[in-house]
Every structure is written in structure tokens, then in C-alpha cells.
């Protein structure tokens, strides 16, 4: 049990990678708060499959991008579990374009679910983490926020915005044991990626050295290692999950 008697606040985690980050999580023994825009039926089947596993578990809906509701729900995790020793910055969304076609609120609403929630939810949780005197913050970056695509210039920016983000939070909350690290995922079967057409599927598959998509569990499994002591002396790092596509 790698994380016994924890807890771990994961936004964003009704479904695809937070939702198997969560369940990694609390099969190890962590308690889990979840958030999501909103807390529908697959978010309730996401909080009933998690409760099965014999850890505490609520889900919160709440938009991850809005300052006052992220400080707001991490008060209420802090009231509700005592504690808060694991951020997992995971919402995140996709408003692809190319960049001469990408209208101001595409580029907007990237920046400010993908970018600005992780702030938030940092600038929230750090004071908790800080008085607890460890801590250990992983935040979703991606493959294309270390080498650009065509077609995500605001996915792209936002997601290299994370790392530099993670590592500037690593420099300033190190000295009082809280660590921060990226992940950093390349092509992962979720409805995120289900969503593009299956052309360009078929073209992340073919430039892929392992030649498949990634699943969620294999992303998981490193967030898990960052999560737990067994990444102890590990901050301010990124970790590709790309089966070599980089
Ligand atoms: P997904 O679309 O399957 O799930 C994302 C979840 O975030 C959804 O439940 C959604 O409702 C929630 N969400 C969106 N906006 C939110 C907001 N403002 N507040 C709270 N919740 C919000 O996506 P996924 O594939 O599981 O991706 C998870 C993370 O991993 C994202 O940050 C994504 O950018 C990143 N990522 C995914 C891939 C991939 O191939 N799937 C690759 C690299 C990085």
C-alpha cells in the first residue's frame, strides 16, 4: 500500500486518465476528492467504483478555471479529509485549429482550463501542503507542450506552460518538502483523443515506435510513482508516457 491513509484531490477525474489515476490511487489506500465540471451519472458511477474499493471518496463538481470555485472546493476537501497530500492538475481540453483560423476564444479557453486552473488549484492547495511540511503536486502536460503540433498552437502553449509552471513551483516549495512534476502523455486512448478523426489516429499510431495508443493505466502507473515516496527525491521533473513518439 504505496499510499495508505492519504489523500489525493485529482480535478477533472469523472473519466479517461484522472478517473484511472484516481482508481491506481486508491487500490494503494489513498482516499480520493474528485472534481468535475459537473457531477452527472458517470461521475457518480466514477464515485461508487472508487467507494468499492474500501477508501473514502467524494466528488465535487466545480470549474478547475475559475479562481474563486478552485479555492472554494479545496476548502471544503481540506474541511471534509483533514488533509490534503496529493494534487493531481488533470482537467484539461482540446480547441484545435490552425493558428491563422483559431478564433481569440479558442485560444482563451485552452489557456484558461489547460494553464490557469493548475494555478489555481496550486496557489489553493500549496499553503495546505506547506503546513504539513510535504506534498506532492503532478500536473498534466503532454507530448505537444515539449515539441509543438500543428493544429494546437493554444494546446500546445498551455501544456509547455505546465512544465514551466511545475518547474518554477518545484524552485519556490522544495525548501518545505512539497515536490511538483509534469507528466507528460503522448497519444492515450480516452474520449479526449476518441473525439479525432480517424485519420489522425491512424497517423499517431503509425508514428509511434511502439505502435499503439497508450491507455490510461500506463499514464496512471507514473503519476503513482510520483505520487508515492518512491519518486522522494524527484521534483521538477517531466515524464514522457509516449511509447517513443516524441
Ligand atoms: P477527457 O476529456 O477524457 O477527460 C477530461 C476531464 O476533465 C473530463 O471529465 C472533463 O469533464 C473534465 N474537465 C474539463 N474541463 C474542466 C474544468 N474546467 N473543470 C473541471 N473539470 C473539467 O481527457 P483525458 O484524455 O482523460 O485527459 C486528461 C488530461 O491529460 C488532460 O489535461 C489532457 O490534456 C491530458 N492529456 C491527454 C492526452 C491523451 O492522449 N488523451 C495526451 C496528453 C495529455
Not at 461521475?43 to 470555485?69: N, P, V
Not at 505546465?162 to 518545505?176: D, F, P, V
Request: net charge neutral; proline share 2%; glycine share 8%.
Amino acid at each position: 500500500m504505496l499510499l495508505q491513509n492519504k489523500t489525493a484531490l485529482i480535478t477533472g477525474a469523472a473519466r479517461g486518465i484522472g478517473k484511472q489515476i484516481a482508481l491506481c490511487f486508491a487500490k494503494e489506500g489513498c482516499n480520493i476528492a474528485f472534481t468535475d465540471l459537473v457531477i452527472d451519472d458517470v461521475a457518480r458511477a466514477t464515485e461508487t467504483e472508487l467507494t468499492a474499493l474500501g477508501i473514502i471518496c467524494r466528488a465535487y463538481a466545480s470549474d478547475a478555471s475559475d479562481y474563486d470555485a478552485a479555492h472554494a472546493v479545496v476548502k471544503q476537501v481540506q474541511a471534509d479529509f483533514g488533509r490534503i497530500d496529493i494534487l493531481v492538475n488533470n482537467a484539461g481540453i482540446t480547441r484545435d485549429s490552425l493558428l491563422l483560423r483559431m478564433t481569440e476564444q479558442q485560444w482563451d479557453a485552452v489557456l484558461t482550463v489547460n494553464l490557469k486552473s493548475a494555478f489555481n488549484f496550486i496557489h489553493s492547495v500549496a499553503p495546505i501542503m506547506l503546513r504539513q511540511r510535504a506534498g506532492s503536486i503532478i500536473s498534466m502536460s503532454s507530448v505537444v507542450g515539449l515539441n509543438g503540433n500543428a493544429g494546437q498552437a493554444n494546446y500546445a502553449a498551455s501544456k509547455a506552460g505546465i512544465i514551466a509552471l511545475t518547474k518554477s513551483t518545484a524552485k519556490e516549495l522544495g525548501s518545505r518538502g512539497v515536490r511538483a512534476n509534469a507528466i507528460a502523455p503522448g497519444y492515450i486512448l480516452t474520449d479526449m483523443t476518441a473525439a479525432l478523426p480517424e485519420a489522425v489516429r491512424e497517423e499517431f499510431v503509425k508514428m509511434i515506435p511502439l505502435h499503439r495508443g497508450g491507455t490510461p493505466q500506463e499514464v496512471a502507473n507514473v503519476a503513482l510513482f510520483l505520487a508515492s515516496d518512491l519518486s522522494s527525491y524527484v521534483s521538477g521533473e517531466v515524464i514522457q508516457v509516449n511509447g517513443a513518439m516524441a
